[in-house]
């Protein structure tokens, strides 16, 4: 068994980053591994997704990034019957970026911290901001593979691809070994009815293919993960037979191998 | 109406994730055709890496555990050195490390380092910064490689460790590797090609080779070349400058090893033997003891040496001349021939006695006018 930690990076927000943060969280703890979702957006958005409430700082990441952690993880169970855990953002993030650019190892905090105090979790599911700051430098270099959830609109969709270069450059620059790898594309609140989204879906596979990067099938725009995340739940546990549930499988296979990987 | 076009976005990304790959792949295909074409060449990669490992732990050794090599090149060690040495040591710190060889008595063997370890016992140190490397295959080359680079060695070391090393590994006599060697530079010399031997040294190993036979280079001379050109020597300047420190006088060897005295002054000084000068030999040794004297007291350039050799030549060269007693009883006897001793006698013999004197003056002039060249030179 390989511990994964997985960063789901975009340049752009609301294309659904969270969502499929607790929707492949869900999917591999009905396959009965152990995820740990960590919240490095300062707007904490995974409390909303999962039915947490906000954390005191001294209980969240905030802690594990701070200059005197000393191994002491907090991390809340959510959706009680599967091995999920959560490490809760919180506002202070913003002002820890600021402090981490001018530490030591700034960049390699998040990294240093599971090396030295590993969790026990399968996988790791680092939930980014949706900006190429320091957050996102840490969640990098922490990372053995990255998510890009894109959706066919073009403002995120130029964000996707200067994505895939800030991860090159940043890795290099990181002097990552093993660089982490780019997992795949999934296209997110895919709309049947729009235009732009069916045209630039047909235009995904061949950019996918040069870039030498896996396509995953689109995950649909549905009003009912709206609703869900309203009740603080995945679509799976919320709606069990609804057909978007599906549209997680392949990742979530994936993850499974990797995982089982020797 | 069509929507612009996405791919363009993507333009910098895939040119970057392209290369990428690329460089993946060819660092791929060098792994496998190292390991595949060559695996002696892993084999020294291993070492490298296992030497690197090392050497980012450097370890600090006990000065007391380390043993001499017994092979090793550098025979002079002077107390000054080590003393020079230590201030170097005391002032700046070690700057590199030492190189040791793990023994299985648990000790270790130096391989480089010795004034740096002589020093350290000096200074009283009780650890060293070492590199502990696993034992070379080839010792006396090893140490030879490492030993060469250094400047601060006299000629003599240096021309001891290399013809020691020449010896083993074509297993002749010190005396015939020289011989070889010599011979080989002579014909070289003879046939006007010292420059391709001398560019020699710049080229690949096989090239060398070639090189070698199109000089006519074969057998022992052959190896003999390739093995001076593989450590990077010249062997032209190998015969003239270091061969020649094997066959000097032992009071001048141990001028170069306890004074420091400089391979091209020792060459001079040697020029000063009971032969040329016409002398006993423990003459020579004192006359060559007060010119090392000299040399090294007035600090003499090589070329102020030659002066000083020249005049201590002269001195013998003509006292000699003028001492000759045969030639004064000569002159003696002329002095004897009077107007009237000379009366008595009959023209024959006075004949016969003017063409002996006129032909023995040409051999006086020629006599004066050559003494006159040898001590203008």
Known sequence: MKQIVLSILSNAGGVGKTTLAVHIAYSLGKRGLSVLMIDLDPQRSLDVFCGLQPAEAPNTLTNVLSKDFKGDWSYVPVWSESKIDVCQGHPLLAEMANELVIRKRGEYTLADRLKSYPVPHNLIILDCPATLGMLNTNALAASTHVLVPVQLEMKAISGAAELIEWCINTSDELQLDPKPTVLGFVPSIYDEKVAMHRQYLEQLPEIAQRLQVKLYPKVRNSNEFKNASAYGQPLQKYRPKHPATKDFKQITDDLVALIKEK | ?377
């Open chain 2, 1 to 377: 109406m069509a929507l612009p076009k996405i791919a363009t976005k993507f333009d910098g990304a895939i040119q970057k994730s392209s290369q990428e790959q690329k460089i993946a792949e060819l660092q791929a295909e060098v792994e496998r055709l190292r390991v595949e074409r060559s695996p002696e060449l892993e084999l020294e990669l291993q070492k490298l890496r296992e030497q690197l490992q090392n050497h980012k732990s450097e370890n600090e050794i006990d000065v007391d555990l380390i043993d001499p090599n017994p092979s090793q090149p550098r025979q002079t060690i002077t107390p000054e050195s080590i003393q020079a040495k230590a201030r170097l040591l005391k002032k700046h710190g070690q700057i590199t490390p030492v190189i040791l060889v793990p023994q299985p008595n648990g000790r270790y063997m130096l391989l480089d380092g010795q004034l740096r370890t002589e020093a350290a016992k000096l200074l009283k140190w009780q650890k060293i910064r070492a590199l502990v490397v696993p034992m070379p295959e080839d010792l006396d080359s090893s140490a030879l490689m490492t030993f060469l680079g250094f400047e601060d060695l006299n000629p003599l070391d240096k021309a001891e460790a290399l013809v020691t090393y020449l010896t083993k590994s074509i297993g002749s006599s010190v005396d015939e590797s020289i011989t070889v060697l010599a011979t080989a530079i002579r014909r070289i010399d003879r046939d006007g090609k010292v420059k391709e031997l001398t560019k020699l040294a710049a080229v690949s190993a096989q090239e060398q080779q070639m090189g070698l036979q199109s000089l006519g280079m074969i057998g022992t001379e052959q190896d003999l070349l390739l093995l001076l050109l593989e450590l990077g020597l010249n062997p032209a300047s190998v015969k003239a400058n270091l061969m020649p420190m094997l066959g000097l006088p032992q009071d001048l060897k141990q001028a170069i090893r306890e004074r420091c005295l400089k391979g091209a002054h020792a060459l001079a000084l040697a020029t000063l033997s009971a032969k040329t000068l016409g002398i006993s030999e423990p003459e020579a040794t004192k006359e060559r003891k007060l010119a090392i004297d000299q040399v090294l007291k007035t600090n003499l350039t090589v070329p102020e040496t030659r002066e000083l050799i020249k005049q201590i030549k002269a001195k013998y060269l003509s006292e000699d001349k003028t001492e000759s007693k045969k030639v004064k009883a000569v002159i003696q006897k002329i002095r004897e021939l009077s107007g009237e001793s000379l009366r008595d006698v009959g023209t024959e013999q006075l004949q016969e006695l003017r063409s002996l004197l006129v032909e023995k003056l040409a051999a006086i002039d020629q006599a004066v006018s050559e003494n006159k060249t040898e001590s203008d030179i």
